[in-house]
């Protein structure tokens, strides 16, 4: 037995750890029952992701005014990504591809699970990278 594995098995100051060290104990607490804070400290509880829009311009046609975005293909397959002029979501249009196309400079976004897995997460104000905006 190594002088190392030694020391830990006789000093009882030495904390104990699983067979594999901290592997077991990192997976448990990313399983959703802890979560660190702004503040840095771990509150313990249910916890569960939020859901929130990633969107990229691809692409910005002058002549037209025309902004080409892509959307995460993670997410698109799993939610439901609603966009609207301003932060009012009722009864408007979702996003049907990862590509989308737009001449509207300033749109807002939000994506939905519409199997409830994940909690609906903050808007996102998405601006165009246009030389007129």
Same mark, same amino acid.
């Given at each position: 037995?190594?002088?190392?594995?030694? #020391?830990?098995?006789?000093? =009882?100051? !030495? /904390? !104990?750890l699983p067979q594999k060290g901290l592997e077991p104990? &990192?997976?448990? %607490?990313?399983? *959703?029952? !802890?979560?660190?804070?702004?503040? *840095? +400290?771990? =509150?313990? *509880?249910?916890?569960?992701? #939020?859901?929130?829009?990633?969107?990229? =311009?691809?692409? +910005?046609?002058?002549? $037209?005014? $025309?902004?080409?975005?892509?959307?995460?293909?993670?997410? #698109?397959?799993?939610? #439901?990504v609603h966009y609207a002029p301003n932060c009012r979501?009722? *009864?408007? /249009?979702?996003?049907?591809?990862?590509?989308?196309e737009t001449n509207e400079t300033v749109l807002w976004?939000?994506?939905?699970?519409?199997?409830? &897995?994940? =909690?609906? %997460?903050? /808007?996102?104000? !998405?601006?165009?990278?246009? /030389?007129?905006?």
């Amino acid at each position: 037995m190594a002088r190392r594995d030694q #020391r830990a098995l006789t000093n =009882e100051r !030495w /904390p !104990w750890l699983p067979q594999k060290g901290l592997e077991p104990c &990192a997976a448990r %607490g990313s399983s *959703g029952r !802890w979560k660190s804070s702004e503040e *840095g +400290y771990i =509150e313990k *509880g249910r916890f569960r992701n #939020r859901t929130r829009v990633l969107v990229a =311009e691809r692409d +910005y046609k002058e002549d $037209t005014g $025309t902004a080409v975005s892509k959307f995460s293909r993670k997410m #698109r397959q799993s939610r #439901r990504v609603h966009y609207a002029p301003n932060c009012r979501y009722s *009864g408007q /249009p979702t996003i049907r591809d990862t590509i989308f196309e737009t001449n509207e400079t300033v749109l807002w976004f939000l994506a939905i699970d519409p199997d409830a &897995a994940h =909690e609906t %997460g903050d /808007p996102l104000r !998405w601006k165009t990278n246009s /030389p007129d905006s």
